[in-house]
């Protein structure tokens, strides 16, 4: 794994370190939540949250970064080391207790041993709980996403050759007699490029087209900026096949998305969304389930996207489940529980919540933080202990949306001091360029609000 | 899957005012990758309205063509297919295949597309396959007054051509479609 040198004063465990996953036997060290009342804020430059996707994958493919493995001084708690082997035994167990595992989640998934996707599968109900139905379970979804791209990937010249040559036979191609006037043949169902008809199969594929064209643009950007953050020019032969090669993956699970859902379609922001989820798909040290990242990858995709899809419908806006009033939710709990920081930051500086929890909200933190730290709060969002645990839709998308709020406003309070002491435009900054902190200790902030707000 | 626009003899403004309203409804900007046009627009104007439809416009000179730029033939890669691009009033007899295929053979295509008679035809020889897309007006040509508008739009993909013919007949459009696969021993002269 390619990793900057940092300097000897950041090498102690108080600071997350990125995961190697390729190795069994390293444990990063998880940092050891230190209830300090407040933290000093890292002043760095702002955490680029992509980078580590591609260097993760680079290191997969090349698998040159043995020597280069950087690791702050190895000190494996015994807390990690018992969690680690907990999450293990949970895991290998024939029928899987739901909720034991979500306890045991909750509190951070180390990042060795390739459990996370694992846990996250079970946590999304992609897996069963029972071991023995995993399988059969693996071969369905396989057979579902190959039968998705087949019908919904195909250009519409592929369509109409299918559909005539099950109405045809073939050897009409050798009638044709070497000379003479092509014969001319009915069109089936009034199909023809040109039909502007609702139901033509190509009206359909134009009007889809700018779509694609979207998700087009959005995938390349964002695989630009991980690979152009390295300093790596994209032309190099094995960059560039990486780069198709994700482009492509990632391309294809979102024009499925937005062709499976079309009233939700394709909206910019959720390329951020997906791209945690292939990360830690992709970078399972099974290789099977590597290989079938893309697949696993795009039925979570779709799973966590049921959670904020009304966040990115622009008609509901206004509505009760629209992005408007999950903002006011978190103003709330704000007040409820920092009343002077809220009215400092509402009514004294004017920052409208707007302007930051926009983005906190709507792709679930994954641009606040770098990689290593969003996979960690991703790992407490999705594993909230007291959530449902056969959820209905909209049981999950409350729960979950009430640990994304507790862990916004446990961000808030954490920079509390500086923000009292700034005005608008420092409060702003501050806030949309979110100084890196210490994940565990925000995350038990954010629990500690919980049991405020409870009591 | 590449769509091709083949049209013609449009004659306008002298034979005809425009394009038949139910084909230009249909003609949208966005669909075609390329225009084929063999010919007597004839006035800059068409040639910036088809431009319009398409960037990647291709024209060959008819007699009438006020352009006198225009090449007399052309021939363009699509695809693994190779089109050739002629008026015809050079081939004579006009619309005659067998002289359409020496045409042809001389341009070494497999598809040769010509206009000229103002009917739409589409025609195999050995050498390849001769379509003329008639005229996109229903302009009244040389030989006939009773021509009903047509152009052709083709969806080339890999070594299979669908040839969709639009034709105004009675005041209501009707396509039909041509099939044909590129056999795999090429028999373009060599």
């Known amino acids: ?455 | 899957m590449v769509l091709v626009l083949a049209l013609g003899d449009l004659h306008i403004p002298h034979r005809a005012a425009d394009l038949p309203p139910k084909f230009k409804s249909m003609l949208v900007p966005g669909k075609i990758q390329h225009i084929i046009c063999t010919g007597n627009l004839c006035i800059k104007e068409v040639h910036d309205y088809l431009k319009s439809l398409c960037p990647d416009m291709h024209i060959t000179r008819g007699e009438y063509d006020e352009d006198a730029r225009y090449p007399e033939t052309k021939t363009l890669t699509i695809g693994q297919f190779k089109l050739g691009l002629c008026h015809g009033h050079q081939v004579v007899p006009w619309g005659d295949l067998d002289s359409l295929a020496m045409l042809q053979r001389q341009l070494d295509v497999d598809i040769l597309v010509t206009g000229h008679t103002h009917q739409f035809k589409a025609y195999k020889h050995e050498g390849g396959v001769v379509i003329n897309p008639g005229s996109a007006t229903g302009a009244y040509s040389s030989i006939t007054y009773d021509v009903n508008p047509s152009f052709v739009l083709m969806d080339i993909d890999a070594l299979r051509v669908v040839v969709y013919v639009y034709e105004l007949i009675d005041g209501e459009v009707k396509v039909d479609k041509i099939d044909f696969k590129k056999t795999a021993t090429s028999q373009s002269a060599h």
């Open chain 1, 1 to 455: 794994m390619v990793k900057k040198r940092v300097p000897e004063w950041m090498n102690s465990s108080l600071w997350t370190s990125n995961p190697s996953p390729e190795t069994e036997e390293r444990y990063t060290p998880i940092p050891i939540p230190i209830p300090i009342p407040k933290p000093e804020p890292i002043i760095q430059t702002p955490p680029i949250p992509e980078p580590q996707i591609v260097k993760q994958q680079e290191s997969i493919q090349e698998e040159e970064e043995e020597e280069d493995d950087e690791h702050h001084g190895p000190s494996f708690s015994p807390e990690d080391i018992s969690r680690q082997s907990q999450l293990l035994a949970e895991l290998s167990r024939k029928v899987i207790n739901l909720l034991e595992l979500r306890r045991l989640a909750s509190q951070g998934i180390p990042d060795g041993a390739g459990i996370r996707s694992t846990v996250w599968k079970l946590l999304l109900s992609y897996l069963p709980t029972d071991r023995g139905h995993w399988v059969a379970e693996l071969a369905r979804k396989r057979s579902q996403y190959k039968h998705f791209t087949d019908e919904l990937l195909v250009n519409p010249s592929e369509i109409t050759r299918k559909l005539e040559t099950s109405t045809r036979l073939e050897t009409d191609e050798s009638k044709l007699e070497d000379k003479g006037l092509l014969p001319r043949s009915e069109i089936p169902q009034g199909e023809h490029p040109l039909s502007l008809g609702k139901t033509s199969i190509w009206n359909q594929f134009f009007q889809d087209t700018e779509i694609i064209e979207q998700i087009d643009r959005d995938v390349k950007r964002l695989i630009l900026t991980c690979i152009s953050s390295l300093g790596i020019h994209p032309l190099q032969n094995l960059i560039s096949w990486l780069f198709f090669y994700l482009q492509e993956a990632l391309r294809r699970i979102l024009i499925i998305f937005a062709k499976l859902n079309p009233g939700i379609r394709y909206v910019q922001g959720m390329n951020e969304v997906l791209a945690p989820l292939f990360y830690v798909f992709r970078n399972d040290p099974d290789e099977e389930n590597a290989a079938s990242a893309e697949r696993q990858t795009h039925f979570l995709f779709c799973r966590v996207v049921k959670w904020i899809r009304d966040h990115f419908c622009q008609q509901l806006d206004n509505s009760v489940v629209g992005i408007r009033s999950t903002i006011t939710k978190m103003s709330q709990l704000l007040k409820e529980h920092d009343e002077e920081l809220w009215r400092h930051l509402e009514v004294t500086t004017k920052v409208n919540p707007q302007f930051y929890a926009f983005r906190w909200i709507t792709l679930l933190l994954t641009q606040e933080f770098n990689f290593a730290d969003s996979l960690h709060i991703w790992d407490t969002l999705l594993s909230d202990p007291e959530g449902p645990q056969v959820g209905t839709g909209s049981l999950i998308i409350g729960y979950v949306q009430e640990t994304l709020l507790r862990v916004c406003c446990a961000m808030l309070v954490l920079i509390r001091r500086r923000l009292l002491a700034g005005d608008f435009t420092s409060n702003l900054k501050l806030l949309q360029h979110y100084p890196s902190t210490n994940i565990s200790h925000l995350l038990y902030v954010a629990d500690k609000l919980r049991a405020r707000s409870v009591g």
